[in-house]
């Protein structure tokens, strides 16, 4: 059975997202396909040109129903891997239940092809409500989290070692891309969050902001000889910690390279209701949990890092943690938390959740030989029946010089394109460093992919083997 030309991956954010993708992107070159990968902002434009057989898209919610219903028309598979699948809430709309029945309700099981679920809660949910067919649905853990484990950890490096690695987690009220906390509160509207549980969310987050920043300042003034790290999450304004913490000459402020890197060369790890908590236990640093600082409403609308993490009651308590490496280990097992805890969320922790994404991306794509169509129309407008003057002259430009120029041209004027932005070379060292230590000898080629009228080059990049 031949195996499909073309399989596109939709890559977020490179700090995130990259390595994750690189390795499926590796294990799909050895099954025989080539592959794309094509940043969040330009799928709509570039895939209705470069036809892949099948897109694996990072989520599907309301907001990018029409791009995989258009996908769909196209001919293109569309396969679906959570970037945010394991830190669910209780209650709220990414609560498994909820998540999977919105699902059903919005008609996504017309839509998508097939669902990789990082563990076994959410596929169950989706299993029960989701309304997709059995054998669409499948368990694979989340790739990224392959780089914890052998072979793949040899990439983690870091300027620093032994640190104290504070990880931030309030973008929300202190966004990134977005200009304001309102524009943040109408994404949660748009996902499908009860207003008045925004709110109170909202609420919350800002009561405790200023605190924890009071918090991680103390420490840093209260512990001169230890030098602390404050990580802002990818979507945070860095900016903004770097001026609270200015001249506090023991703390920097760095969000560079993926947050593993930092995790993996930390003494331990600082946190508050952050995601994180999971890699830190997956590479065996104790993450410290901020609880004295916690709200009811802040730990149910994301319990995990929580229970993964050793509690801090109280200032004291936080500062003989980061001090006794002997006490807060003996206070948690990362390796117990992984049996006990994370399995269910993540799935098998093995480090082969990129080679099981590849294989089921293979079994969706492989025995059709209907090629998926191409259409110069849906680029235009950027792969939406209600496109807007913006989209559609992005799209006009693009395919009149090229979406890499187009590309190149809107990261001047937006930071959100400025932050994710992907070159040839990052694609192609992260490919080289993870075949390395796999030892692995594939010949690969990074280029941009390229118009398939114009033969101008494109933001997407392809990896394919030489000949």
């Not at 970037?83 to 669910?88: A, I, K, N, Q, S």
């Not at 997956?282 to 609880?291: T, Y």
Request: with cysteine.
């Amino acid at each position: 059975m031949p195996p499909p030309e073309r399989i596109a991956l939709v890559l977020d954010h490179p700090k995130r997202d990259l390595d994750g993708l690189v390795l499926v992107a590796l294990h799909l070159l050895q099954r025989g396909a080539s592959v794309l990968l094509t940043p969040m902002y330009e799928q709509g434009y570039d895939l209705p040109l470069l036809a892949p057989r099948a897109v694996l898209v990072n989520y599907a919610r309301r907001n990018n129903k029409e791009l995989l219903q258009t996908y769909k028309d196209l001919g293109i598979r569309v396969a679906i891997l959570d970037t945010e699948g394991g830190v669910l809430s209780e209650n709220g709309a990414d609560s498994p239940h909820r998540w999977a029945r919105a699902f059903y309700e919005d008609g996504f099981f017309r839509v998508v092809d097939r669902y990789f679920f990082w563990g076994a809660e959410l596929y169950e949910a989706f299993r029960l409500r989701g309304g997709l067919p059995p054998d669409t649905l499948q368990i694979s853990g989340c790739p990224r989290y392959d780089v914890c484990l052998s072979p793949w950890r040899g990439v983690l490096t870091y300027p620093w070692r032994d640190y104290v690695l504070v990880n931030t987690n309030f973008s929300a009220i202190n966004p990134a891309f977005t200009r304001s906390e309102e524009d943040e509160k109408r994404i949660f509207y748009k996902l499908g969050w009860d207003p008045s549980y925004v709110e109170q969310l909202f609420a919350d987050m800002k009561a405790v902001f200023p605190r924890y920043l009071q918090q991680i300042e103390r420490l840093a003034v209260d512990n001169p000889e230890r030098r602390f790290i404050v990580r802002p999450h990818p979507f945070e304004n860095q900016h903004f910690y770097q001026k609270r913490f200015a001249g506090i000459r023991n703390l920097i402020v760095s969000g560079e390279g993926n947050v593993l890197h930092a995790i993996a060369n930390a003494d331990c790890v600082i946190h508050l209701n952050c995601g994180t908590s999971v890699e830190c236990n997956l590479l065996a640093k104790v993450p410290i949990s901020m609880e004295f600082l916690n709200t009811e409403v802040l730990r149910r609308h994301s319990p995990l890092p929580s229970e993964i993490s050793c509690r801090a009651e109280s200032y004291a308590d936080l500062n003989m943690l980061i001090s006794d490496a002997r006490r807060r280990e003996a206070r948690h097992q990362p390796t117990e938390v992984c049996t006990t805890h994370l399995t269910r969320w993540f799935g098998v922790l093995d480090g082969q959740a990129a080679a099981r994404v590849a294989q089921g991306l293979i079994e969706m794509s492989s025995g059709r030989t209907d090629p998926a169509k191409r259409s110069w129309v849906a680029s235009l407008r950027a792969s939406r029946q209600r496109t807007n003057l913006r989209r559609f002259t992005f799209g006009l430009f693009g395919n009149l010089l090229g979406t890499a120029v187009t590309t190149c041209a809107g990261n001047v004027f937006e930071r959100a394109r400025w932050a994710k932005a992907v070159t040839v070379n990052d694609v192609h060292a992260r490919a080289q460093a993870f075949m390395r230590l796999a030892r692995i000898a594939l010949p690969i080629e990074c280029r941009r992919a390229k118009h398939p009228h114009t033969g101008l080059p494109m933001a997407s990049i392809e990896l394919v083997l030489k000949s």
